[in-house]
């Protein structure tokens, strides 16, 4: 469940579900979690030698400076801080409860 609350907040966002899968919706995309419980349950064997923080979820934001002074607040692990890039985006990343790293950018106009 720690995962699914901290989706929940970084994302502002509910969750359907319980503690053995839960379903969070953002606009665009949704993000399925599972506990290893409930994975084994669905697929026997599945979780044996998974890993966790190998992977990287973008999410387009509004207003990166605004978001990342909201999660400051929260005390999450930041890997990269805002900077802005010649290609026209802005982005900051940070880390879940797991290790893997989320971006949240936003495209800037020029």
Request: proline share 3%; aromatic share 14%.
């Amino acid at each position: 469940m720690a995962l699914t609350e901290f989706y929940c907040k970084v994302l502002n966002v509910e969750f359907e579900g319980n503690s053995s899968h839960t379903d969070i919706k953002t606009k665009g995309a949704g993000i399925s979690i599972f506990s290893i419980e409930g994975m084994e349950d669905m697929a026997p064997n599945s979780t044996v030698g998974a890993g966790y923080g190998s992977f990287t979820i973008s999410f387009k934001v509004d207003n990166v400076d605004k978001e990342y002074e909201r999660l400051k607040l929260m005390g999450v692990e930041f890997v990269k801080h805002p900077k802005t890039y010649t290609w026209g985006s802005r982005s900051f990343w940070f880390r879940d409860p797991d290790g893997n790293i989320i971006n949240f950018m936003s495209i800037i106009n020029n």
